[in-house]
């Protein structure tokens, strides 16, 4: 049998650990590799520092605004997305249960627009997850043919 390396094999992590030190420009420290092939690092500096960031102008700030809001006024582009998205999403169920129920006279689950379709997606979601896992697993061996 022809035997494929895991990818798991290559894996590193690294861990870093800030300490703020508004006075000090910044050094980073190698501590020391524990477990194996997880590297911890130490960071002391003024980029350790916990800085809010305005999302209006950019410009930081070394405190939140009060009211949960930053002044900004816009959505994001992904923001924006995810509501056409889910607002679609509902469309679509709502239209789709309307037509099936009174065009094609259907009840109960049999309302659902693709009820197979939807019915598959958690299955295709965990063949996927396996699919990306399975190296890691060590379930990556084949056969010559």
Do not use: H
Not at 48 to 61: A, K, M, N, Q, R
Not at 67 to 91: A, E, K, W
Not at 94 to 109: L, P, S, Y
């Amino acid at each position: 049998p022809l035997s494929v390396p895991s990818l798991c094999a290559y894996l590193r992590v690294g861990k870093i650990t800030l300490t703020c030190s508004k006075d000090d420009p910044g050094t980073a420290t190698f501590l020391q590799e524990e477990p194996q092939l997880t590297y911890n690092l130490a960071y002391t500096g003024k980029y350790g520092c916990l800085v809010w960031v305005s999302t209006g102008t950019g410009s930081p700030v070394t405190k939140p605004s009060g009211g949960g809001g930053s002044g900004g006024g816009s959505l994001s582009l992904g923001s924006i997305l995810t509501i056409v998205f889910f607002s679609l999403l509902v469309v679509y169920f709502v239209v789709g249960v309307i037509i099936m129920r009174f065009a094609r006279g259907a009840q109960g689950t049999e309302m659902i627009p693709n009820r197979d379709v939807w019915i598959s997606v958690p299955g295709l979601i965990k063949d996927g997850a396996l699919l990306i896992v399975s190296p890691c697993r060590g379930q990556g061996n084949y056969e010559k043919v």
